[in-house]
Each structure stands twice: as structure tokens, then as C-alpha cells.
């Protein structure tokens, strides 16, 4: 089913994420509880495989920029330090790092999803173990909180207009 499709990726893609996929789930299935509760899995799927993607993938630009042979050297100084200063700034602050992570990840804001979180684990050397585990976690938290949202600005709409 092509919705179904067009909702897993909305939950994958960064920026909408479980933002974006829980509307859409409901503007496709809403008049069908069976497959509205398919589509909400469906977006959930899509987001809570970004951790294990995006940290996959960071580690492989890693790679490329320190073990290059010169091409981009002025990339891997810059590269260097903006880890370094991150890394710097965090110290300290690690047994935080994980509710952080996973807090930041839950509140359903512009620029603070799955991939951001990724992006912020890598940064600041956490294990890609208690990453995933965060991020996902804090995925479910987005998940609940848009999920209310979305279903009491429905309700609120339905009253106010009789739709």
C-alpha cells in the first residue's frame, strides 16, 4: 500500500520524522482504526531505525575524513576541532548524557529528532549501544506526545466544526 510506504519514510526522513508520520497516518487512516493503528507502527518503524543508520553512517564519514591522504585536510582540522570542543564542553557532564540525549530526542521540536540526537552521540563519543537505546527511547516519548496531540487537536476540531 502505497500510504503505508509514504509513511514509513515520513517517520525516517530527517526533519519530519514521528512529527511528520503520525498527521499523515491519520490523514490516510483515520476513518479505518485497523489501519491507523498500521500506519502509526509503520512511522514508529521508520524512526526507530534512524539511530542505528545515522551513527552507522557517521562513522563511516568519520573514517573517510581521518584516514584521508591529504584531499581534505583542511576538512579534518575543522572536523577535529569541533569534535574536540564539543568533547571539552561535555566533560564531565556524562551520566547525564543519556537522559539528555533521550530527553532532547522526546521533545518533539524542529531540529530535535532522531537524527540530531545522532548526530549530537556521535559528537560527544557516547557508545552507540546506550545511543540507540536513548534515541529510541526518546523516539517513543515524541511518539506518545504528538500522538495526543494530534488526537486531542482532532477531537477539539471535530467539536468546534462537527466534522
Given at each position: 500500500m502505497l500510504e503505508l510506504l509514504l509513511v514509513l519514510l515520513t517517520g525516517f526522513l530527517p526533519v519530519a520524522e514521528i512529527r511528520?508520520?503520525?498527521?499523515?497516518?491519520?490523514?490516510?487512516?483515520?476513518?479505518?482504526?485497523?489501519?491507523?493503528?498500521?500506519?502509526?507502527?509503520?512511522?514508529?518503524?521508520?524512526?526507530?531505525?534512524?539511530?542505528?543508520?545515522?551513527?552507522?553512517?557517521?562513522?563511516?564519514?568519520?573514517?573517510?575524513?581521518?584516514?584521508?591522504?591529504?584531499?581534505?585536510?583542511?576538512?579534518?582540522?575543522?572536523?577535529?576541532?569541533?569534535?574536540?570542543?564539543?568533547?571539552?564542553?561535555?566533560?564531565?557532564?556524562?551520566?547525564?548524557e543519556f537522559a539528555g540525549l533521550l530527553v532532547f530526542v522526546a521533545i518533539p521540536l524542529p531540529g530535535t529528532g532522531a537524527w540530531t540526537g545522532a548526530l549530537v552521540a556521535h559528537v560527544l563519543g557516547m557508545r552507540p549501544k546506550d545511543s540507540i537505546l536513548s534515541i529510541n527511547l526518546g523516539v517513543l516519548g515524541a511518539f506518545i506526545i504528538v500522538l495526543l496531540v494530534v488526537e486531542a487537536g482532532a477531537t477539539v476540531l471535530k467539536m468546534i466544526f462537527g466534522v
Open positions: 511528520g508520520a503520525i498527521p499523515l497516518a491519520y490523514y490516510f487512516f483515520r476513518a479505518n482504526p485497523f489501519l491507523y493503528v498500521a500506519g502509526l507502527a509503520t512511522g514508529l518503524a521508520g524512526n526507530l531505525v534512524v539511530a542505528p543508520v545515522a551513527l552507522y553512517l557517521l562513522r563511516f564519514i568519520e573514517r573517510v575524513i581521518l584516514d584521508d591522504n591529504g584531499r581534505l585536510s583542511s576538512l579534518r582540522k575543522i572536523y577535529v576541532k569541533i569534535v574536540d570542543y564539543a568533547r571539552r564542553k561535555a566533560a564531565g557532564h556524562e551520566k547525564m
